[in-house]
């Protein structure tokens, strides 16, 4: 059968109707790679832009906290609330009455510091008791007479509910932990959550790195920082209520015979009260 007049051969694929076979050329290895370390750095550059500064807020609260790891603490209840029942005595001093769990306070050495607020007792043990009496708003009036702090920032930082009474801003520093500063929130949060931790960790006394309550005495709230037979040796119990505040410092003396336990502290709470 011939070919109708007018019409040629051809072997081009298009003018049979195939497609043209796709173009395998592959992006050179160098490439890939390029394009790769482009788009980490990219992703970097975008994420120290965005969470930077608030990704160093992190890592200094990381450091502070094992500089100091009492500041990882949230006051938390006692577990132990029982009282002692040992052969004690009963003292006086700021205006108020207390009991200790103790008879043998050393006379010679015990009594108020002149010209402070202060009073030592002193133990035959060789253990002793400071107790410091204040004003109820002691903490608040030194932080606001401090001419390099600004009302209004302190006020923007720990919130209204704060900067009523030194137990309220006393807890609102203790509550602040390192795993509540995370990257990925504003950098004025975060700055200002430094800022507390770092006061935290001005405010923790000697042995508050074993524990850290919170506690009740009548009229007084407060917290308890340490834990009884702690390495520090010491224990530090700070009250608070509308007309005063004390802070009582338990030190147990290396080798002494006699061992301040929870009981013992607990006795001191329980027994405070306005004298009669």
């Not at 006379?107 to 107790?131: C, D, H, R, T, W």
């Amino acid at each position: 059968m011939g070919m109708p007049t007018g019409a040629s051969l051809s072997n081009h694929p298009i003018e049979h109707g195939e497609v043209a076979p796709p173009n395998n050329h592959k992006t050179p290895k160098w490439a890939r790679i390029l394009i790769g370390l482009f788009v980490v750095v990219l992703v970097c550059v975008a994420y120290l832009w965005f969470f930077g500064f608030q990704t160093l807020i992190v890592l200094e609260a990381r450091y502070l906290t094992r500089k100091t790891p009492a500041v990882s603490m949230a006051p938390a209840q006692l577990a132990d609330f029982s009282i002692s029942r040992w052969p004690g005595r009963k003292l006086s001093y700021f205006g108020y009455e207390f009991e200790v769990p103790w008879n043998d306070v050393d006379e010679a050495k015990s009594g108020l510091i002149p010209v402070s607020n202060k009073a030592m007792i002193v133990f035959q043990s060789g253990n002793s008791l400071s107790v410091w009496h204040g004003s109820p708003r002691a903490f608040l009036n030194t932080i606001l007479s401090n001419d390099k702090i600004d009302q209004n920032t302190l006020r923007r930082i720990v919130g209204d509910e704060a900067l009523q009474s030194d137990y309220a801003l006393y807890r609102t520093i203790l509550q602040m932990t390192p795993d509540k500063i995370t990257p990925f929130e504003s950098q004025s949060d975060a700055a200002n959550q430094a800022l507390l931790l770092l006061v935290k960790g001005i405010c923790m006394p000697p042995g508050a790195a074993s524990g850290v309550f919170s506690v009740n005495a009548g009229e007084f709230s407060g917290f308890q920082f340490g834990r009884p037979a702690n390495p520090s040796g010491e224990v530090s119990v700070r009250l608070f209520s509308d007309s005063s505040s004390f802070n009582f410092i338990f030190i147990q003396k290396a080798g002494a015979p006699a061992l301040i336990s929870q009981p013992d502290i607990n006795r001191i709470l329980h027994t405070l009260h306005k004298a009669t």
